[in-house]
């Protein structure tokens, strides 16, 4: 009886199952990941990771000397390894992508990665500095909190200040996010995009929050950019899904030859691409979620109150280094995967350029906060790099890396002031404090005013060129209204910055006004850096300027 029960329930087993032929053994293969081309990458991650271990197992008393050494070897390494590459031709002769497909290894990728590099390395300097504020209880402090977990005002902050403690763990935070930024621009799909953001968005956000002074005004500060950040980032995502659902891939190469017609047709394809609703609604929004980053209006908000609230080296670091990676995202998604599409996302982007400039140089002279005013110099300075995205031409992509260069030391050079001038509640911030400054501290107001001038577009300043080389670039692309446009918004600025200038040299010191703290070799360094780096490339950019060129060409 058994005998006949078997083989009827193998006859309906049958009917809805079948044999699988067996699967070769190298049915998946494995992954191929270039380490020593991705090594700049690796070695900030694999720092990062030695720094968590030094704050679990290094003593606290000598965790500051041990974070700082290694924060500096480790980004000079990678410097180092961005240089290697270089002169093994993968700027330009030998650039492809690598990791799978993932990272894009080219001339844009390695000059961005190597400016956020040389700039991370002058933000430890100034993170590092613990000269400026009064010893407390007998011992250095620097400008973090004591405890970043602890109430603002409590008991447990009391104690971690009496107890001297400092918050090291700043520093492999600030390897994080450079980790982050030097995949962001050299991503080569959606994804790789935004995890990339992810990883340096959300270090960022912690930094933000730890003030020593200001502790209630820097971590809202730190919520808004929470908040607004993961607004970006969500509609970045749904725009990536978006774009996924038009072209039924998420690497930059299949989507533009999705879009320019050159993809192998099937039927879902054929379905989906009929219509470009999908298309148009996706680019709008991966594309706030890269403007969110950059800080151009309408999309800017954040930026005065963030850049207020948080400690003032964090905010050099963000102004400086979260421009250089979100604009190389920007660049690398509309040169590689939406050529073909310019005449679609021009127009919009040349209503956000000029709506950027103006907002940001006329909303900044009612500002009386050197912080909040150096904000929305920024959002302006964002206005005038987009002039030369806008340009869709090679002078339009080299003139945006030398931008970028030039702008980023001289605003880590202008906050890196601002920290000197201090008075009983730390940094004096406002224009007010700031009058008659050039008779009590020369040497101090005449760095600032350099910083000022290039701000400014003067000539012999690094500014200077580089506006002249976003603007040529832009005017070259058939873009001569948006010159004006700038030409206009410059005037406004360099009112603003001029009236600084006025007010440090030209106004009587008010008694007990604010003292410039002498600051250690280490933010003097930094300041130093910047005010050569801006003298250099206004005297002699050419140099410069050839190596953005040669650097110029996106891999696809």
């Known amino acids: 009886m058994s005998g006949s029960v078997f083989p009827a329930g193998s006859v309906v087993h049958s009917l809805w199952t079948t044999a699988a032929p067996a699967a070769p053994v190298d049915s998946i293969p494995a992954p191929h990941i270039e380490y020593a081309q991705l090594s700049p990458v690796l070695i900030v991650f694999g720092v990062a990771v030695l720094g968590i271990l030094v704050e679990a197992f290094v003593p606290r008393a000598h965790r500051y000397l041990a974070q700082v050494t290694v924060a500096v070897v480790g980004l000079a390494a990678a410097f180092a390894a961005v240089v290697a590459l270089a002169e093994k031709g993968y700027g330009t002769t030998k650039a492809h992508i690598a990791a799978m497909g993932a990272v894009a290894v080219d001339g844009p990728a390695l000059f961005l990665q190597g400016t956020i590099l040389l700039v991370a390395i ?3 300097l100034t993170f ?7 010893r407390a209880h007998g011992r250095q402090v620097d400008s973090f909190a004591a405890q970043g977990s602890a109430v603002p005002g409590g008991d447990q ?6 107890a001297g403690f400092t918050s090291t763990e700043v520093f492999p935070l600030l390897l994080f996010a450079v980790g982050g930024m030097l995949v962001f621009p050299a991503a080569n799909d959606l994804l790789t995009l935004f995890v990339a953001l992810e990883v340096f968005s959300l270090p960022l956000y912690i930094l933000c929050a730890l003030a020593r002074r200001n502790r209630l005004m820097s971590q809202e ?5 929470f908040l607004l950040g993961a607004f970006s980032s969500a509609f970045l995502l749904f725009g990536i899904a978006l774009l996924y659902g038009y072209a039924g891939s998420v690497t930059y190469s299949g989507i533009s030859s999705v879009i320019d017609g050159t993809a192998r047709m099937t039927p879902a394809l054929a379905s989906t691409t009929g219509n470009d609703a999908l298309l148009l609604i996706g680019l709008a929004m991966v594309a706030v979620g890269l403007l969110f980053k950059v800080g151009a209006v309408p999309f800017h908000m954040w930026t005065p109150d963030v850049y207020q609230g948080a400690p003032t080296p964090v905010t050099g670091f963000m102004a400086a280094a979260t421009k250089v990676a979100a604009f190389g995202a920007l660049l690398r998604l509309l040169y590689v995967v939406l050529p073909g599409m310019r005449w679609d996302w021009r127009p919009v982007m040349w209503g956000v350029a000029i709506a950027t400039m103006l907002v940001g140089a006329v909303v900044a002279v009612t500002q009386t906060d050197v912080k909040r005013l150096l904000a929305y110099s920024s959002i302006a300075h964002a206005g005038f790099i987009l002039a030369g995205v806008i340009a869709t031409t090679p002078d339009g992509v080299s003139s945006v890396l030398f931008y970028l260069a030039a702008y980023s030391f001289v605003t880590l050079g202008a906050f890196a002031v601002v920290t000197l001038v201090r008075d009983a509640g730390g940094e004096a911030t406002h224009l007010s404090r700031w009058a008659g400054l050039g008779r009590r501290s020369p040497l101090v107001a005449a760095v600032f005013a350099v910083f000022l001038l290039a701000f400014a577009g003067i000539p012999l300043t690094s500014g200077f060129a580089g ?6 670039a832009a005017a070259q692309g058939g873009a001569m209204p948006l010159v004006i446009v700038g030409v206009i918004s410059s005037a406004v600025a360099a009112f603003f910055y001029i009236r600084v200038i006025v007010l440090m040299f030209f106004s009587e010191p008010k008694a007990g006004g ?9 933010t003097s360094t930094a300041i130093a850096i910047g005010v050569v780096v801006t003298l250099v490339l206004g005297l002699a950019p050419q140099y410069f300027l050839d ?5 110029g060409v996106f891999i696809r």
């Open 467 to 472: 506006k002249f080389a976003v603007f040529k």
């Open 547 to 551: 190596l953005a060129a040669t650097s």
């Open 157 to 162: 902050e009391k104690a971690a200040v009496r």
């Open 514 to 522: 604010p003292s410039v703290a002498v600051p250690s070799p280490l």
């Open 122 to 124: 002058v933000s430890v």
């Open 221 to 225: 500060a730190a919520v808004k950019y």
């Open 128 to 134: 590092a500095e613990r000269r400026l504020d009064p």
